[in-house]
């Protein structure tokens, strides 16, 4: 069972190298796609089956004995991840298909999209699955690439300038990270996690608070966690919508993963709880009033991404077992409902040709199926009762109760107001784009059934294919909800591996530190 986990970052990056050598056969480069991603879905079922029932897997690469050589570790944590990241990648891609034959009327370059696509589910799944600092580094660069290339698609001047600051924020991450990995193995002797784990506890208090915050800082860029956050609303609003869903369900969430193993692997405890707590708050209520003030949905959306973010940044600073659980439930939950909401906005921009509010109205009675298919995501990120963005924000405020100091307090406080305004936002969409009146001039011909003038202006149908891959994405999200039970008693076991050594011995063993 081991010998499975190098598959899902072979299988991608064996598609990609396919898919580049077929850039005129575009149905090939499709189909090759969706059997790489349907084959890593597996993959990674396979491995949160075995290790929920086994333990955790750990594979040295290169049959280097341990604790050399390069090793990839599988738990329950980041094999949820990994299945719930590589179900969203596939909805976006074949989502992706249906608006190729517009692209390619663009002069958009969408023969090297498949497998700079792939590329980039590889780097998730490395980063997912690495058992060290540097193959962890690794798995972030091959995002870098790999996202810079799909956020510049088109060369229009808005994405390469938000390319730019993309690609300077991520480089200025990357080399701290770099300068980070080098202190550590400068104090320690090695980068692999699980001897870290038996080795930073040695150091001396003020040497471990600074290599704690060189780690910390390094992750929080990557996952926007503000103050270190302005650049994601500014960047994943001008690419197309695929790419914008993947950006915002995945990449931000490889630096929460990342965060979790520092706090409970490398430095597990109460360390810097006071300072996360902060951050927390800051971020979810910063966030959700950049949100409110918006009038663009794509905008709206990155923005509470960001408010969101702080949820998880809140449970991992709880750093109980109940915080944890939620932490780990939420980012499944928000990994998927963030992707559906900007695979739905893509499909706004078609119907109603605009993504912003002052543009939009009526689109409730001019097509339902969006209405319905923008609905239910909406109110699960808000945290409507009883879906399963209500079921992880109870639990992290329980987590918090549970801690119980003022501050943790406070941030209960902060979260729940948080979630009234997500409302809020969430509600503005509503109204002036689905309740609306549109202010087109075609607006009475479409609201009583001239659907023939839908491609007037820059109206576009929505392809059968988009839309089915939306609506697969919804009743995902909605499975969250359906079979909640066993996914939250699935994410407390997974909360309950970070703080034993299951994982110290499934990568070790018997091996000294």
Known sequence: MNNLLPVP??????????????????????AVSVLCLSGVIVVAAILMWHTDQEGPLALWMG???APLGIVLVADRLSALM??????VALAVLVFSTGAEHDEQRRDIPVSIYHPTFLLLIAGVSNAFLAGDLFNLFVGFEILLFASYVLLTLGGTADRIRAGTTYIIVSLLSSS?????IASIYAATGTVNMAQLSQRLGDLSEPVQLLLHMLLLVTFCIKAAVFPLSAWLPDSYPTAPAPVTAVFAGLLTKVG????????????PGEHLTNLL?????????????????????KRMLSFTLV??????????AVANPAGLAATIFYTAHHITIQATLFLVTGLIERRGGSSALDNLGGLAKVSPVLAFLFFLPAMNLAGIPPMSGFIGKLGLMQGGAELGTPLAWVVVVGGIVTSLLTLLAMAKVWNRAFWGTSPSKHDDEELHGAVADDLSGDRRPMPPLMVGATGALVLFSLSLTFFAGPLYDYTGRA???LTDQSYVRAVLGEVQP
């Open 9 to 30: 970052v072979l299988l991608t990056i064996f598609g990609a190298g396919v898919a580049l050598a077929l850039p005129r056969r575009p149905r090939l480069q499709r």
């Open 63 to 65: 049959d280097w004995p």
């Open 82 to 87: 990994l299945l719930v990241a590589s179900v």
């Open 176 to 180: 701290l990270f770099l300068i980070s």
């Open 256 to 267: 929460v993963y990342a965060i979790i193993r520092t706090q409970t692997l490398l430095f």
């Open 277 to 297: 707590l902060v951050a927390g708050l800051l971020t979810m209520i910063i966030g959700i009033l950049g949100a409110v003030a918006q009038t663009e949905i």
């Open 307 to 316: 408010s969101h973010l702080g949820y998880m940044i809140f449970g991992i």
């Open 495 to 497: 909360a309950a591996n």
